[in-house]
């Protein structure tokens, strides 16, 4: 059955760095477009970042230039480099799947806790 597992997140102070991983099985993974999203305390969840199934990236204005996405097909493993980390980025981050990156996502996974202070 389709899991996609995140791990990677915790607390770190602002200025500093994590880099969330997402591990997953049963679709096709190479074929899809695969995203990040977020969901702060009392917000709703928003996007961060998606690449393409040919690797072509996007990210919302929030964290371009700070965060990169990136994924390894051999490993199945997305991933989330974020650097230089803000109050604003405190979240919790979900990767997700979907058959094209215009579409919404399919599946999801259970979201990994990030807290910047």
């Known amino acids: 059955h389709v899991q996609l597992v995140e791990s990677g997140g915790g607390s770190v102070q602002a200025g500093g760095s994590l880099r969330l991983s997402c591990v997953v099985s049963?679709?096709?993974?190479?074929?899809?477009?695969m995203h990040w999203f977020r969901q702060a305390p009392g917000k709703e969840r928003e996007w961060v970042s998606q690449?393409?199934?040919?690797?072509?990236?996007w990210y919302t204005d929030a964290v371009k230039g700070r965060f990169t996405i990136s994924k390894d097909n051999a490993k199945n493993t997305l991933y989330l480099q974020m650097n230089r980390l803000k109050f604003d980025d405190t979240a919790i981050y979900y990767c997700?799947?979907?058959?094209?990156?215009?579409?919404?996502?399919?599946?999801w996974g259970q979201g990994t806790q990030v807290t910047v202070s």
């Open positions: 049963g679709f096709t993974y190479s074929s899809y477009c």
């Open positions: 997700a799947a979907s058959r094209w990156c215009s579409t919404h996502p399919v599946y």
């Open positions: 690449i393409s199934a040919d690797g072509s990236t």
